[in-house]
Each structure stands twice: as C-alpha cells, then as structure tokens.
C-alpha cells in the first residue's frame, strides 16, 4: 500500500463543490417552530438529518435544547447516540423489529411500537425497556389501526408507554380534510389516555396548537424547506466551474446532443452531477447563479457534471452556486418536479462539506 | 459520551435494507467487455464506482488485471490510490484544476488536461509530471476544442501526454450519425500522434473495433447496466417489511391520500424509501417482487419507506426484493423515468452492504 506514513492529502482541493450547512440556522428555525406553541419540541434527524449529517446537527440541536429526537430505524439510533451521548430520548419510528432488541437496549432507544407483533417481540425479549406506541390515524403506513389498537390498548397501557403518537398524511395542505378527520381519529383513539402524546410534524405544528398535544417533532423545517415557509436557509451549494466554452450555432452540448445552440453560447461545465444528487429529471428546467444572475443549465444532467449557459454572465466566474440566497431546497425541487425533501436527503457524498457552528 | 468501552453494537440487525455486491459479477462483466476487442481494457470506478464502493470494486477489478482507471476528480483519486496502492495508473477526467497540484502528486494521478488554462497549471506547478490530453469531438462538455487543439498540439506533445482520449455523446444508440461524426473528428485530431488514444466507454466498445483504439474504458457495463445487455447482474437489494396492514374499500395509502383502495387490500410498509436512492418519482409506475411474484407500489415514496400492494402474495413474506434476478437497475430505472446509472450511483448510504468476493 502506498502511504505508510499517511502522506496523502486529506484536505480536498478546489475540484469538488463546497456545500456550506448553517447550524445557526438549523437552531433559528427549531427556535422559531419551539416557539409556535406550548408543546415540547423535538426534533427529527432521520436519514442522516435529512442529508445534512446527525454528528454535527443531533449535537446543535441538543445544544439549542432538544430534549427528544427522532430517527427512522435502529441503526441511525445508534448513530446518534454516539453524537449525543446520554440522556436526551432517542425514538425509532420503525418500532422495534426482529433482531434489534441488541441494539435498542445498548443505545437505550425507544422503539414506537406499530403492530400486535412489534409490542410482543418487544415485551419477550426487552421486559421493562421503554417504548412508544404508534397509531395509524388514517394515512396506513405505519402503526396500529383502530380496531388493533382498541384490542390491545390496556394491555400496552399496562406497560406504561413513554409516548403515543400518530403522523399525518395532508399536513402541508392546511385545508384538507384529512387533517381534521386524522386529528378527530388520535383524539379517539387516545381519550382517557394519560399518557405525553405527539401528532405534529412540521405541518402539523403549522396548522395550529390544536394538533401540538405534549411533542412536537419538526423535521424538514429544521432544514429550511416547505411547509416552513418562514425557515431561514440552511444549505449552500457552490460548483466550481472544470471549464468554459464558445458553442457555435447549430452545435449540440451533452449526452444524446440534447441542446443544441441557437446563438453563440458560452457554456461552463461544472464538477457536479446526478452522482451528487443532483437528481437527473431536474436537466432541462434547471438553472443556477452567477453572482445572483440566473443561468439555464442545458444539455442532459451528467454523472458528474452539468453544462450551463454563462454567456449573460461578465468575466470568468469560478463557481455557479446551486442553493443559497437565490436559491432554495424547494426551487430546485420544483427543477426536479419533486420535493424539498428529496433535494436534501440526496445531497452527494462528493461535497466538501463545511459547518458553520451554532454559538 | 456514551460507550467507551465500545460497547454499542457495530453489526446492524434486521431492520435496515441489505444491498449484496457481487464482485465475481463485476470481474465477468469486465472480462467480456476485455473479450470485445484487442485493446487494453481499462475500468470507471468514478463516483464511488458507480455508488457499488471504490474499495470493494477497485482492487477486484485490479486482481482480475485492470491496470488503468478513471475517476471524475482528484479526490477520488486518492480514495483509489489508499485501496489499489502503487502500480495501476489512474487518470482524472475533471484534469488538473487549481489547488490539486499536492493531490495529484501525493497520490501519484494523471490528470486528463481538458484546456490551455489546464495544461499551463499543469506544467507550471507539477512539470514532468505524467498527464493525459481530453480532446472534445463533438460533445461540447469537456476537452480541447479542434481549433484549441490544432493550436496547442506541438506545445503538449512536446511534454510527452501518456494517453490522448474523448468521450462519445451518443454511444448508447448505435445508429446515431454523431457515432461517426466525432469517430472522424477524433481521428482527424490524433492524425500522425505516436501517443495511446481511448474514446471509447461501454456504449463505444459495443459499436465495434473502430472505436477502441489502445485503450477502453468501461464503466456502467461493469455494474450490470444498459447498454451492455449481455451485462451479469451485480446488485441485489432486499427491503424488510416493517408490519403489514389490510385497507379497506375507499381507504387511502400515503401522503396526500395518493392511493385509494378499490379493493381490500394488504399493505407492507418497507424500510427504504428516497432517502435510500428510491428515486421519488418512481412512485406511480414502480413494483417489487415477493419471491418472484411482481408487487406494486402504492401511495407516494416516503424518505423512508415504501408502501406496497401485496394482496397477491401468500403468507407474511419478511423482505420484499427491489433488484435483483427479477429487476434489474435499468427495469428500475423506467419506473422512475431515468437511466440504470442514477438508480446505480443513487444507491443509499443507509443499507447493509454484503460483497460476494470474486475468488
């Protein structure tokens, strides 16, 4: 093997893209959704914090005062843990599954139990550990029905719950009519229950303190993106620019000649592509910026490249910024035909990633 | 922090998806693209070999005796340098950009000098140290134009490029004309050069002899993908069914109400969804398979589940497979309206990844 002496550079250079992730903003806008009502706030870090990395936002969170945090499966609760250390809860909404039990008693996880199965695996083979109850209150995903949970309730109330909990299905719709009738079901399904309970996620909190019971778990307005139309910006995204090119007319640019210019173009290419989660359908509405100037990305998305037209833009830019002040999660979504969420959660592995600290 | 001793468990159970490499596929796939033709047989193992891990991928590909390989920047170089060691030599498509003249040295890269602006920072800050020349024929995203090329030419071989090399826009459809457009222009520009040329990736080894020259360089046949459709498959993903539910007539199924049941229907909720590369835009069109029996998605993708229709099914299956020997990454692909390389490099950091050793 080369470098015995650990003398290959760690430091990337200038060839990758840099995407910059704000944990002041993470902060202000978990402040911002505490603030909305008198429920506790929690906070989801799911998928790897919605992309932006659990070892550096679980820990400003908790900082900032997060007290109950929550993850998809098991394994990410033990990543957390690790950046946490004791004390703060850590939920698993996958409940507890066949061959966890290991791991959700090492990392003291509590699982949100969502079937009869769950709450007997979880019994036999983790006696007195705590865990939450999952309801499903309309949306058939995830957690107990109605009528399960109308046969099972004394028995798992027995077993003292930490939390019960439902999720909603329309929540970034304030006006639809699955909002009031899920919110009615938790209510029924929860009557005479003394037991902390927790319907709202970001919507949900937005939709009014009706729908906040003891916990709420704000998710991706944590990270900037819709329904929290109020959320400041959290990530930046800069490419730099590999090189730049006068097209001709008539010429084509990219896989399967999918442009061809119309006028003289300069074209940048730039070192980010599909490979970095720069989901591929986003090609032919894309743009980014150029020091605030809009610039239309063509030709088809690349492994690891885009091609743009720069030829509005004055002098050589280094870089064309993908997300930032000109550009939100939810913009390019909408390049995408997807969701804010999506953009986030596929942020690529390739970035240079820096952390601007919470103080 | 928790566990000092290190007692958090490392192996993750069963509630995480399990990605299975197979390595000895890669190798057979590399080996018949080598059979295709008398030129040296190189190998892309660019972003993360195509999501299927460069420190798994690189030294197999290696033992079965590539001995050129590419990335797409000189980051990623040096990730493969610290899995190959010394010996193989590995070319950087992005070329030498300002900043990674430390990188490319240290890790010993052969940067593939894509302008004029490259080559000077080339030779000024590594000079005599080995470089390639990328020639654009006709793609117009990146190389040396043919004007910039006839200008530069005598000055850069000169300086001795240890290979010349361009990149095909259409190889995946044989009887495009630009196929032998950019053939010829390529041609015309290494007329009389003593240096060994490539053009051709996957899709130009399959359009025969003409466009091997010295050097091929597969990437996305190696994986398993179009448009190498002799290609052995080489992932398979199996997701874990996280409880099952029966919906009734009139129900609905996921975010937004987007699945109304007109049947009763059993439901599984899985544990993967866009957060792991399950591109979101799959949704409508996608299905699984429950020991070979092709089972539709229903509802929208979640970041971290996927709800299936498995009315069909007998018996409570434990996974459903997503890819595999029923559905390849290209069928997969369709479902989401893109290409087999994105469902490839999509491929999500949360899953278990098992490698089948080629021996």
Redesign the interface.
């Known amino acids: ?3 015995p002496a650990g ?3 760690k430091a ?5 893209a840099q995407l910059t992730i704000d944990l002041a903003a993470v902060v202000a806008n978990w402040r911002a959704l505490d603030r909305a009502g008198s429920a506790e706030t929690g906070a989801v870090v ?3 914090a ?2 932006l990395g659990i070892d550096d936002v679980g820990p400003a969170l908790a900082k900032a005062g997060a007290r109950h945090f929550f993850v ?5 609760g ?1 990543a957390l ?2 950046a946490l ?2 004390g703060p809860v850590i939920y698993v ?3 507890h ?4 039990a ?2 959700i008693r ?3 996880l509590v699982p949100l139990i ?2 009869v ?2 709450l007997l695996c979880h019994v036999e083979s983790l006696p007195g550990h705590p865990f939450g109850v999952q309801l ?1 209150s ?5 957690g107990m ?1 109605p009528s399960e949970w109308a046969a099972l309730r004394d028995l798992a109330l027995a077993q003292k719950p930490e939390l019960i909990m439902s999720h909603l ?2 929540a ?2 304030p006006k ?1 009519p ?1 909002n009031t009738q899920q919110l009615n079901t938790f209510l029924g399904m929860t009557q005479d229950v003394d037991v902390p309970r927790s319907l709202a996620a970001t919507g949900g909190i937005l939709l009014g303190p009706a729908y906040h019971f003891e916990l709420t778990r704000p998710g991706v307005g944590l990270y900037g993106g819709l329904p929290f139309v109020d959320a400041v910006p959290v990530v930046t995204l800069d490419i ?1 620019v ?2 730049t ?1 006068e ?1 001709q007319v008539g ?7 999918a442009f061809v210019a119309d006028r003289v173009t300069k ?1 940048a ?1 730039i ?1 980010a592509g ?2 970095d ?1 720069l ?3 986003m090609g032919p509405r894309a743009a980014l910026t150029a020091e605030g100037v809009k610039v239309p990305v063509i ?1 088809r998305v ?4 885009l ?1 743009v037209d720069i030829t509005d833009v004055a002098g050589e830019p280094e870089s064309l910024q993908m997300l930032g002040a000109h550009q939100s999660v939810d913009t390019v979504a909408e390049y995408a ?3 804010g ?2 953009v986030l ?2 942020l690529g ?2 970035y240079k990633r820096t952390y601007v600290p919470h103080t």
Chains 1, 2 share one sequence.
């Open positions: 093997m080369l470098d003398k290959l550079p990337p250079g200038m060839s990758v799911k998928a790897d919605y992309g998809a499966a098991a394994e990410e033990v843990r690790r250390g004791p909404f996958s409940g599954m066949a061959g966890d290991d791991v090492t990392a003291a969502n079937s199965d769950q499903d309309g949306m058939n995903r995830l029905e299905a329309c970034d719709e639809h699955m730099p590999i090189q090119r097209v010429e084509s640019v990219g896989y399967g000649n074209v290419t070192a599909y490979a989660g989901i591929r359908a030709g690349s492994m690891d490249m091609t035909g997807t969701i969420y999506e959660t596929s592995a390739r």
